[in-house]
């Protein structure tokens, strides 16, 4: 408990700097977004409405300290500004309607592409010298594959020569947003090539990692003492080495779901897929600095809770964690 507690207090620190970093870089970066937007609204939106807009965006004269306060209390209220690119619609709005598609695309695929790779990633320890040795040259190839250069070739061939699967969008357009079977058909349809890209692009990492790291704690004595006491096969594998050999994978794979709130940027931007990575790929693209602000500390949230949940779940899987604790 002393540990995870210690954990939380770190943790509570380094998402305190996150949000204090969040609002420092706007104000320190040169620009004035209300110049921007002033100037981008073609004459919708007179010069005398600054000041108003100003304080929409939270830009004032007001000291920093006074500004980092009401910085805080909009936090305390779900409160991100006003986007520059959609005014005046709320950031908080954006985000939340890009959000459940990135956590359902992105979230799901990693969780299906981790437990597939590190399931075979034992196994094919287990069976080390036989013909599942022969696996490995390929899995380090499809692990070389540049992520970005797999998503085009599986659109080219699976969307575009065979038409198998649709190559842009989340669902039909022709369709109306709703919970029937029909829409949910589409949006499974839709995102089946971008799941697929993503399992593919990231099973291979997780099956060598996992392979290699229980290849290793095979060796140990531990193992090899249990093995002489006669304990069955299936309580050495995955009691001794797989608990063993999976907690440097429960890191990554933290840094993965935390990643999940971010999106896998380039899948959506290839698909078209409306999720935070192709939300925030148009943000950089309009300058739209609020929008990004929103993002990135979303994003950064995300990544920190994700790494406590892994700290946490340390504590279960590794006995000498609660020793030290």
């Given amino acids: 408990m002393r540990y995870l507690l210690k954990k939380l207090g770190l943790y509570a620190f380094i998402a305190w700097a996150a949000l204090t970093l969040n609002f420092l870089i706007p104000r320190l970066m040169p620009g004035d977004p209300v110049r921007v937007l002033i100037a981008g609204s073609e ?8 000041e108003a807009i100003a304080a929409q965006f939270g830009i004032s004269d007001d000291p920093l300290i006074i500004q980092y306060g009401r910085y805080l209390a909009d936090l305390a209220h779900f409160d991100l500004g006003v986007s520059l690119s959609n005014y005046p619609v709320p950031v908080i709005d954006i985000i939340s309607g890009a959000m459940p598609w990135t956590v359902i695309l992105v979230g799901v695929s990693t ?32 692990n070389a594959i540049p992520y970005f250069w797999m998503a085009l070739i599986l659109v080219l061939i699976l969307a575009v020569t065979f038409g198998w699967f649709p190559y842009a ?16 058909g589409s949006v499974t349809f839709h995102a089946a090539l971008p799941a697929l890209t993503i399992v593919i692009g990231s099973f291979a990492g997780w099956v060598l990692q996992m392979r290699n790291m229980t290849v290793t704690i095979l060796g140990e ?40 709130v971010g999106g896998s940027m380039l899948t959506e931007v290839i698909f078209n897929y409306p999720g935070l990575g192709y939300t925030l790929f148009q943000a950089v693209s309009a300058q739209d600095f609020p929008l990004m602000q929103g993002l990135f500390l979303v994003i950064s949230l995300a990544v920190i809770v994700a790494n406590l949940i892994a700290d946490a779940a340390y504590v279960f899987l590794d006995p000498r964690t609660r020793q030290g604790a």
């Fill in 43 to 50: 004459g919708q939106i007179e010069p005398e409405a600054a």
């Fill in 221 to 260: 004595d531990y193992v090899s003492m249990a093995e002489a006491k006669g304990l069955p096969n299936r309580m050495v594998l995955f009691g001794y080495a797989a608990r063993n050999a999976i907690l440097p994978s429960i890191t990554g794979f933290a840094l993965a779901l935390g990643a999940v």
């Fill in 111 to 142: 969780v299906v592409s981790f437990v597939l790779g590190t399931s075979l990633g034992v196994l094919l320890a287990w069976r080390r010298g036989t013909w599942s040795d022969h696996v490995l040259p390929a899995l380090t190839f499809l």
């Fill in 169 to 184: 969008g989340a669902y039909d357009r022709t369709m109306f947003p709703e919970l029937s079977p029909s829409f949910i």
